[in-house]
């Protein structure tokens, strides 16, 4: 399994990005795709997961209301919408897989991790 994500940049706050992660190595049906983040200094966090096959998410609560996980099953594609983005977001951003269908907040829980994007956040 191969995970690559893209789309970090530096953005003023309140400005929206959106971040992918193409997956790619095998079928995702059974999977959760993860995006979890690691601010300096700070342990990495859990952001939001889906469930593959039926579109489940979970969120942060600290995301809750401004990020949006989704996913296009044609393209092996999870995208993160980031909206009102706030100075605190600042993180490297890593998207994660997992082999069972239910998603999980403990990065211990993911089986294969994608390179990491930065995404700052000025204010």
């Known amino acids: 399994v191969q995970l690559q994500a893209s789309g970090g940049g530096l953005v003023q706050a309140g400005d929206s990005l959106r971040l992918s992660c193409a997956a790619s190595?095998?079928?995702?049906?059974?999977?959760?795709m993860g995006w979890f983040r690691q601010a300096p200094g700070k342990e990495r966090e859990f952001v939001a997961g889906?469930?593959?096959?039926?579109?489940?998410?979970r969120r942060a609560d600290s995301v809750k209301g401004r990020f949006t996980i989704s996913r296009d099953i044609a393209k092996n594609t999870v995208y993160l919408q980031m909206d009102s983005l706030k100075p605190e977001d600042t993180a490297v951003y890593y998207c994660?897989?997992?082999?069972?269908?239910?998603?999980?907040?403990?990065?211990?829980?993911?089986?294969?991790w994608g390179q990491g994007t930065l995404v700052t956040v000025s204010s």
């Open positions: 994660a897989a997992r082999r069972y269908a239910v998603v999980v907040t403990d990065e211990s829980g993911y089986d294969y």
């Open positions: 190595g095998r079928t995702f049906n059974s999977y959760v």
């Open positions: 889906i469930t593959w096959s039926g579109g489940y998410t």
